[in-house]
């Protein structure tokens, strides 16, 4: 394929080769989702979700709150959503997403992530939020083992994207 992405073994050898080390920051970035800087459509509007005390801002039986993004207008292929954040330094970060799929039950959907306008390995073009009927955190990676992504110092811009990537195949 025309500008596929390198396997992440070897693109986070070259992110290291080029300056960017892993970043142990104690403090996370934390990036709400309802707080959308750009979007695809119209649709892709915050709503709010009463049913967790895992996500924030947290409903506490007086105020409704928009608290999260997506739900089922986030389902169509190509959708995309895009969030600014600040990051301290320039590394390479790990990735989580507190996030609940229960559109599609007993299978997962599957988000392209892009960081600055580049998918930076190719496993990020297929990440998979697993069927659930509750919040869960993700991490992206594999068997415990995150992946990292690399950031600027300051101004950043974060892409997830529908991706029918991993059965995109199967469909054609």
Known sequence: KFNTPKPYDEAIKDY???GYDIYNGIVPIRVE???MLYKSSP???PLSDTTSSKIYPHYTGKNIKLNIMGYFSWRLAGYWV???FIAPKKGLYALSFNAKQDIKEDTFSTREISINGKV???EASHVPF???NEFNTYQVGVKNKPYLFPLEEGKN???MRTSLSNVGDILN
Request: hydrophobic content about 40%.
């Open 33 to 35: 989702g309802e707080d």
């Open 43 to 45: 649709v892709l509007v």
């Open 16 to 18: 290291q080769n080029s």
């Open 157 to 159: 811009i974060i892409r």
């Open 130 to 132: 697993l069927s659930s």
């Open 120 to 122: 930076p390995f190719l």
């Open 82 to 84: 895009e969030y600014e």
